[in-house]
Nanobody, 122 residues
Framework: QLQLVESGGGLVQPGGSLRLSCMAS????????IGWFRQAPGKEREGVAC????????IYLYSVKGRFIVSRDNAKNTVYLQMSSLKPEDTAIYSC???????????????WGQGTQVIVSS
C-alpha cells in the first residue's frame, strides 16, 4: 500500500523559506498526482498545489502564487513544496496526498501523509 511521509516543516520567521518533502517508499510517485493541502487551526482544509503525473505543476491557492513552487524529483521519488516569503497566515499543518489527477478537492486523493507542521512567527 502506498504510504506518504512529509518532512521539512518547522518554525520560521516571517519572510523566511521552507521546503517540504513528500516521499514514498516501495511505490513510484511518478505514477501519481501529488497534491499539497494545508489546514490551519479552526479553519477548513484548503488545496495549495499539485504536481501532476507528467511533472506539471499547479498552484491552487491565490494567496501563495508567486511564493510557493511545487516540483518533483522522480529519481528521489519525492515531491517538494518550496515555500518562500512566508507569512504568519501560512501557519498550518501541511499534508501531501496521492491521486490520479490534479485537483484542489481533497476527496480526490487517497492516501494521505501524516502532515508536517509549519509555524511562521517572529
Amino acid at each position: 500500500q502506498l504510504q506518504l511521509v512529509e518532512s521539512g516543516g518547522g518554525l520560521v520567521q516571517p519572510g523566511g523559506s521552507l521546503r517540504l518533502s513528500c516521499m514514498a517508499s516501495r511505490y513510484n510517485l511518478s505514477n501519481y498526482a501529488i497534491g499539497w493541502f494545508r489546514q490551519a487551526p479552526g479553519k477548513e482544509r484548503e488545496g495549495v498545489a499539485c504536481s501532476s503525473r507528467s511533472s506539471g505543476s499547479r498552484i491552487y491557492l491565490y494567496s501563495v502564487k508567486g511564493r510557493f513552487i511545487v516540483s518533483r524529483d522522480n529519481a528521489k521519488n519525492t515531491v517538494y513544496l518550496q515555500m518562500s516569503s512566508l507569512k504568519p497566515e501560512d501557519t498550518a499543518i501541511y499534508s501531501c496526498a496521492a491521486g490520479w489527477h490534479c485537483s484542489d478537492a481533497g476527496y480526490e486523493y487517497d492516501p494521505w501523509g501524516q502532515g508536517t507542521q509549519v509555524i511562521v512567527s517572529s
